[in-house]
Structures are given as structure tokens and as C-alpha cells.
Nanobody, 123 residues
Framework: QVQLVESGGGLVQAGGSLRLSCAASVRTFGRYSMGWFRQAPGKEREFVAGISWTGDSTYYSDSMEDRFTISRDIGKNTVFLQMNSVKPEDTAVYYC????????????????WGQGTQVTVSS
């Protein structure tokens, strides 16, 4: 079983920054592509960003507008989402997810999910 635990969410003013973290189980993290998704109330869960197991490849939703950066620390079994210049529409529960193989944006292809961390952006 792969355990994913998100942290770093909270309240932030528009224009500010947050850094989300996802701690993954040590035996699987390095072999899995990792993704960040978010889900706002009443909306579908949407892909935010993904990173390959090596960290060499990343993929972002166009809606992030170059404001977010995904990275991973293989040695620490942790993936990060740096959120800069946040907007009220970024308000959502952010989920970390993992899957074997390449980065994809479809949520149904991810096998493991964290519990989510709330990000609220005030205007």
C-alpha cells in the first residue's frame, strides 16, 4: 500500500505563496509518477501538475499560467507544489496522487491518493 500525506495548505491572501508537500511511502515513490490535483466545491477534480519518477519530466495544466512549480526530493520521498501569485480561483482541496508509469492528467489513472489539504485564497 502506498501512503500519501499532503501538508502545507492553509489561508493565504491573493498574490501570496504556499508550498504544498506530499510525503510518500519509501518503497514506491521513486518508481511512480506523481501528480497534484485540486477540487473546488461543486467542481470536478482537476489535474494541476505532474512529475515523473526521476524528476526529469514535468507537466502542467495550462490553467496554472506558470504560477505553480512541481518538484520532488527523491531522497526524502517527497513531492512539492510551489504555488505563487495565488488567486481566489485557486481555492480548493489539493490532492497528491501516484501512479506507475508516465505522467497523465486523467484522475482515473492514478492508483493512490492522499487525504487532501485545503488551500483557501482570500481576495
Amino acid at each position: 500500500q502506498v501512503q500519501l500525506v499532503e501538508s502545507g495548505g492553509g489561508l493565504v491572501q491573493a498574490g501570496g505563496s504556499l508550498r504544498l508537500s506530499c510525503a510518500a511511502s519509501v518503497r514506491t515513490f521513486g518508481r511512480y509518477s506523481m501528480g497534484w490535483f485540486r477540487q473546488a466545491p461543486g467542481k470536478e477534480r482537476e489535474f494541476v501538475a505532474g512529475i515523473s519518477w526521476t524528476g526529469d519530466s514535468t507537466y502542467y495544466s495550462d490553467s496554472m499560467e506558470d504560477r505553480f512549480t512541481i518538484s520532488r526530493d527523491i531522497g526524502k520521498n517527497t513531492v512539492f507544489l510551489q504555488m505563487n501569485s495565488v488567486k481566489p480561483e485557486d481555492t480548493a482541496v489539493y490532492y497528491c496522487a501516484a501512479r506507475p508509469g508516465p505522467i497523465v492528467k486523467q484522475r482515473e489513472y492514478y492508483d493512490y491518493w492522499g487525504q487532501g489539504t485545503q488551500v483557501t485564497v482570500s481576495s
